[in-house]
């Protein structure tokens, strides 16, 4: 049940990069924990998927999305900083819709939903990237956290990410 590398993680991540999304989708289709070698060479070379096709990160993040549930893969991106250079949306909703209550953090309420929803790719992104606006349009009034129109300005930001990643119109 742990997730290692054949190889030096470096070395493996090295030859190619998107083998660190490909360990995402294998902590969450198995149910593996990372070792910890693994996740120190994702957060130290996380900046190497730059050179990857953005077709070939939507495919692996199309395949996360699909599985059983996708939450321990959705996390181990976050947390590692590897989901800053092709989702940096995700990262962005870790806030908390309450600050006096310390509850309902966006990006816990966003993982969530992508779980308790069937895996079919498009239910799952649509679960994935509906709450991508509330960071650019929170807000504090009396009563408390708002985020007025962030199911607008969501549609745009999830339109500009699908098109980055090169989904299909």
């Known amino acids: 049940k742990r ?30 924990e990372p070792n910890s070698d693994l996740v ?21 993040l199309s ?6 549930d996708p939450s321990p893969g959705l996390w181990f991106l976050a947390s590692t900083g590897l989901s800053d250079g092709f989702l940096p949306e995700l990262n962005a909703m870790r ?12 990006l816990a309420h966003t993982i969530a ?3 308790n929803t069937r895996p079919e790719l498009r239910v799952r992104l649509a679960a ?10 929170r807000d504090f ?5 708002m985020f007025h129109h962030h199911e607008v300005v969501g549609a745009r930001m999830a339109t ?7 989904y299909s119109n």
């Open 113 to 115: 939903v992508v779980a």
């Open 3 to 32: 997730l290692r590398t054949p190889m030096a993680p470096d070395v493996s991540f090295g030859d190619d990069p998107l083998r660190m999304m490909r360990a995402a989708r294998f902590i969450a289709g198995y149910g593996l």
């Open 95 to 106: 806030l908390e819709q309450d600050p006096i209550h310390h509850h309902k953090d966006v």
């Open 63 to 68: 395949k996360l999305d699909v599985v059983d």
């Open 141 to 145: 009034g009396p009563q408390g956290v």
């Open 128 to 137: 994935l990237l509906h709450d991508i606006g509330k960071p650019r349009t």
């Open 160 to 166: 500009e990410r699908m098109r980055a990643l090169k």
């Open 40 to 60: 120190a060479a994702v957060e130290a070379m996380s900046d190497r998927l730059d050179i990857v096709s953005a077709e070939r990160i939507r495919d692996e």
